[in-house]
């Protein structure tokens, strides 16, 4: 049966990692894989988690299975964290939101429920995007497009090439954005521009799909949901997904949401029955252990404040390796003008580095970085920055 089955081919990044991992050289560095790491390299595990496990270790919550949409009072800090507790989509009652294995497991599930009630709907996403959400939804059975997001150029965001492609989206169809710290280009709209965005998006008909897995990565917990608060106007429909992999450093939990906002409350009901149905059919309902422990975290004051403090230190960590890179590279003369790099937001940044010379720190330098020249920033430390500094400027020199 398994005779005429044919290896897959590897997945860029994991394969990346797994060459890296292969590598005898000391001074390797990384900065493919997408994780957090603190200034020795390693992916702390977060002081308020710890704290929370060991409460959650004292308390007996039970290990019979969770209802289909998980925890409600994990679900419930999920809306407050991305709107803010008065805001209308959570007061309305109007967005029905279910626990995820992760934020992979909230796309999906979106995926999931699209090709089963709106069928023929077509996906569009930023050109470039995480090259998972092409996975994702393929395997669900919805088809893709994509739309100017990323002036190479200027390394901006087309914002007039990326409306003028939204206005000519059929009505029907959904959009999926990245919420914030867009992954790889580093690239987020203004407020201003997330309004034109949104603009757009309802005048057309089309259903935004938020993608949010590193809110408090970028400028701060509540500046980063500024995109999906713009988007969150009165009456509008959209879906959000959520992941709490990175910020709260839970990668191996899976701990994720996917929220769909209806018109009203009674509408959203009914979206619920199908987004359980979906999930039933997938996974039947989600893992506890992490979703307790954000649970444990944003109900209690003193921990989710030492959140906030853990968060703003591998934040401000990413933005500095920001400026130093770019300081550093202006130190050692490299040509190019790479200060767009301090304006990108969230762990990546298109480098701007070619795929040659991407191959050539690999195999000249024992550097570690995607084909198309994202960076993960937080794999920058004040130790491996010169020499990494010195062979980009062996490669592009
Ligand atoms: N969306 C984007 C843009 C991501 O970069 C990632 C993770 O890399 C995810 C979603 C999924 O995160 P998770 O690990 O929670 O599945």
């Known amino acids: 049966m ?4 044919q290896p897959a081919p590897a997945d860029p990044i994991l394969g990346l990692t797994e060459a890296f991992k292969a590598d ?20 702390p595990a977060l002081s308020c988690v710890r704290k929370a496990g060991e409460l959650l270790a004292r308390s007996d919550a039970g290990s ?14 999920v809306q407050q964290l991305a709107f803010g507790s008065a805001h209308e989509v959570v007061t309305s009652g109007r967005a029905f ?14 995926g999931d429920f699209l090709a089963a009630n709106m069928p023929g709907t077509t996906l569009w ?20 497009a994509k739309f100017p997001y990323f002036d190479k150029a200027n390394n901006s965001l087309a914002l007039a090439d990326m409306l003028d492609a939204l206005q000519k989206i059929p009505a029907g169809d959904a959009v999926l954005l990245h919420g914030c710290c867009h992954n790889p280009t580093g690239v987020d709209p203004t407020q201003e521009q997330w309004e034109k965005i949104a603009d757009v998006l309802y005048a057309q008909q089309l259903l935004p799909v938020l993608d949010f897995a590193y809110q408090g990565f970028g400028d701060g917990i509540d500046e980063d949901a500024v995109g999906l608060r713009t988007v969150a106007r009165q009456g509008e429909e959209f879906i959000l997904c959520s992941s709490f992999s990175k910020n709260f450093g839970l990668y191996n939990q899976r701990v994720g949401a ?9 509408r959203a009901n009914v979206v619920g029955s199908q987004v359980k149905r979906a999930i039933r059919a997938n996974y039947s309902n989600p893992p506890a252990h992490g979703a307790r422990l954000v649970a444990a975290v944003l109900g209690d004051d003193d921990l989710r404040s030492e959140w906030h403090t853990e968060l703003t230190a591998m934040r401000n960590r990413i933005n500095g390796m920001r400026s130093l890179l770019v300081d550093k590279l202006a ?20 480098s701007g580095l070619t795929k040659e010379q991407v191959l050539a720190l690999r195999e000249r330098h024992a550097i570690y970085i995607v084909d198309s020249g994202r960076i993960n920033v937080a794999g920058i430390t004040e130790s491996n920055v010169d020499r990494l500094t010195e062979a980009i400027a062996d490669v592009v020199g």
């Open 125 to 144: 996403v930023t050109d470039p995007t995480w090259a998972n959400h092409a996975n994702i939804f393929s395997a669900a059975g919805v088809s893709l």
């Open 97 to 110: 939101s279910a626990q995820t294995p992760g934020g992979t497991g909230a796309l999906r599930v979106v």
């Open 258 to 266: 996917a929220t769909f906002v209806a018109t009203d409350a009674e």
């Open 64 to 77: 019979s299975y969770l209802p289909i949409p998980g925890l409600a009072e994990y679900t419930s800090a």
């Open 2 to 5: 398994f005779e005429s089955i």
């Open 24 to 43: 005898p050289n000391p001074q390797k560095i990384n900065l493919g894989v997408g994780v957090y790491q603190d200034s020795t390299g390693k992916t």
């Open 331 to 350: 130190e050692k003369s490299v040509p190019g003008d790479y200060s767009f790099i301090k304006a990108q937001r969230g762990m990546f940044s298109f």
